[in-house]
């Protein structure tokens, strides 16, 4: 089995992109690291705190915290405007499916997949099928 493109983007959307890793990995770096203080007082000013820069390890986590997130948030949405937000129920056996060109071939081996299913399939060729009827 070869290790394709898909599998490496797939591993890396559970791993890299996911946020619930890089929110835990995101505290584990700020606490871990011996400077890890987000506001600095100094001495004077009119505001008396100011955040500090973050070290390049946080920064970086923190991005990959906030990719993961709007990418799982743009997944979701993108899952409910599919079907208007609706979930769809799906039945094989009250389906009735045209299939044009379904004497022979792949046009016959698709209503055969479909009918074994359990669905009522209506073949539409100009020739005569190449099979028997269920």
Not at 33 to 60: E, M
Not at 91 to 110: Q, Y
């Amino acid at each position: 089995m070869a290790f394709t493109l898909g599998d490496l983007l797939i591993l890396i959307d559970r791993t890299l992109l996911n946020p619930w890793l890089c929110a835990a990995a995101t505290v584990a770096v700020h606490f871990l690291t011996p400077d890890n203080k987000f506001v600095v007082l100094p001495n004077s000013g009119l505001i008396p705190y100011r955040l500090a820069p973050l070290t390049p390890l946080l920064r970086r986590t923190s991005y990959l915290f906030g990719t993961g997130l709007v990418l799982r948030i743009n997944r979701f949405l993108s899952c409910k405007a599919l079907n208007n937000g609706v979930q769809a129920d799906f039945s094989w056996e009250k389906e009735i499916i045209v299939v044009t060109g379904g004497s022979g071939g792949i046009g016959a081996a698709a209503a055969q997949k479909l009918a074994s299913r359990g669905s009522k399939v209506v073949v539409i060729d100009v020739l005569a099928l190449t099979f028997e009827k269920c």
